[in-house]
């Protein structure tokens, strides 16, 4: 999956990667954590009314030349168009969100890369939880931590794979996935549901997340939560204050009369 558009350089002065970009582990870690504290989590599209573009050519447009984020598809599709401009092996992956309390389908998108004979899972776009460098898949049942967060890869049965997130000191269910390839088409239907489903969260309420080295900022509709090393801070804001907040926290426009920024 690769777009007309899509430039490496342009990219990379867009996440402010300014090392020698090869494809190997560095390159691609490096990377990762510098899309996650320069492109944001957010689903203003769809509070606009609108379905998630697809089209590889829009979405380098909206995160490169226009500066926006997305979500999985969208963040995790630029990922990958960088990955394939390195020439570093990757596949697409269909995932299973695991922290709602009924069962969901496989609508979360992640990448596992190929280096050197291992597998590792880059993941740009799971929000709150994510990873934030890649995960070795064959380093199972062992605590991962990156920054001031916590995470374990465990194999619940021979094919598939479980990530956890260590949230308040209890061990919570992200997500789980297999390794079966996925194609670029195959989350269209994933796309549409996230964009139009009425119990789609992204439908029923603004989420932006913006991730740093030392934390990250969550806003869940009028609730901004800040994580910085470990210390939670919450507070809920009027529409005025919120506007504020969008823009200096994450650098973003509330869509206005259908439009977006």
Known sequence: MQAENFVLQDYLDRIGYTGEARADLATV???MRRQLFTVPF????VQAGKIVSLVPEEIVDKIVARRRGGYCYE????FAMALQALGVPYQLVAARPMFYPARRPRTHMVI????????????????SYGIRAPVRLD????????????????????????VQARVGGEWMNQFGFD???????????????????????????????QHRADGRSILLGDTLKTITRGVVEQRSM??????VVVREVFGLTLPSSGATA
């Not at 957010?42 to 599209?45: G, I, R, S």
């Not at 380093?139 to 990156?146: A, I, P, R």
Request: proline share 5%; net charge negative.
């Open 29 to 31: 870690t490096a990377m």
């Open 42 to 45: 957010e689903n203003l599209d």
């Open 75 to 78: 963040v995790n599709g630029i």
């Open 112 to 127: 596992v890369v190929t280096l050197d004979g291992v597998q590792w899972l880059c993941d740009l776009g799971f929000g």
């Open 139 to 162: 380093l199972l049942d062992t605590e991962l931590v990156q920054d001031d967060d916590v995470f374990m890869l465990s194999k619940p049965n021979e094919r598939e794979f479980l």
């Open 179 to 209: 390794l079966s390839q996925q194609e670029w088409i195959d989350f269209m239907p994933a796309n549409y549901l996230n964009s139009t489903h009425p119990e789609s969260i992204f439908v029923k309420t603004l989420l932006l997340v």
């Open 238 to 243: 009027g529409p005025e204050e919120r506007a």
